[in-house]
């Protein structure tokens, strides 16, 4: 079993949909949660960086973390043709002075004009 | 303010052969982290270096090596190169080493393709 679990989708919604991206997680030591936005062929763009549990706002941008069901959510509201990409998981901990981050394996995600 | 850049952007390599590649952290970054990312996989961690020294390694075997020089810059070295190799390797530059939250901000450069044919 993976650390991080993601559904690789592809996930298919017209213009103006909220769209709803999960990662489920099996270590509890997770603390720091990470969302990335990756285009065809580039590097991961950080989205949006959560500390612990709660929930995190940017622009259109929503992250949460639930940290009882090792669970955490993006969520896009008004979604452009743009936001067409593979959305990245990413989370870490601070044991053994761990900084690496441990991602999933991305959800594609195709918004429709 | 300049991002992370890497190069070369492609690169095309045979079996056996030993490869380079470079990064250069964002602006005010001092703490460069390598991963590979295999088509249609995360990104996985091969190891992060911070004042010239290998401070933390994934499972990756010794043929992979690294190097920091002390303008933070980075490369990661391939010997003994094989067709599991072939991937997009990603350098992500952060700050510091323990001062705090910022420690897990990385931000990722646009990649190395690497082809083993």
């Known amino acids: 079993q993976k650390e991080v679990e993601q559904d690789p989708g592809p996930l298919s919604v017209p213009e103006g949909a909220i769209v709803s991206l999960n990662c489920t997680y099996s270590n509890s030591a997770f603390q720091y949660f990470m969302w990335y936005r990756q285009y065809s062929r580039k590097g991961p763009e950080l989205l949006m960086y959560t500390y612990s549990s709660g929930n995190k706002e940017d622009g259109r941008f929503t992250a949460q973390v639930d940290k009882s069901s090792k669970y955490i959510s993006l969520f896009i509201r008004d979604s452009q043709p743009s936001d067409s990409a593979t959305y990245l998981c990413?989370?870490?901990?601070?044991?053994?002075?761990?900084?690496?981050?441990?991602f999933g394996s991305g959800t594609r995600l195709l918004v429709r004009p | 303010d300049a991002g992370v850049t890497q190069s070369p952007t492609h690169l095309i390599k045979t079996r056996g052969q030993q490869v380079t590649l470079r990064c250069s952290p964002k602006?005010?970054?001092?703490?460069v982290s390598w991963y590979q990312q295999a088509l249609g996989q995360g990104p996985q961690f091969i190891f992060q270096y911070y004042e010239e020294e290998e401070r933390q390694r994934g499972n990756f075997p010794d043929r992979f090596s690294g190097h920091q020089f002390p303008n933070y810059s980075s490369e990661l070295n391939v010997n003994a190169l094989l067709l599991g190799d072939s991937a997009l390797y990603l350098c992500a530059s952060s700050l510091g080493w323990g001062w705090g939250q910022s420690d897990y901000e990385q931000y990722f450069g646009p990649g190395t393709r690497l082809t083993v044919t």
């Open positions: 602006s005010g970054h001092d703490t």
């Open positions: 990413a989370m870490s901990s601070r044991m053994d002075s761990s900084y690496k981050l441990i």
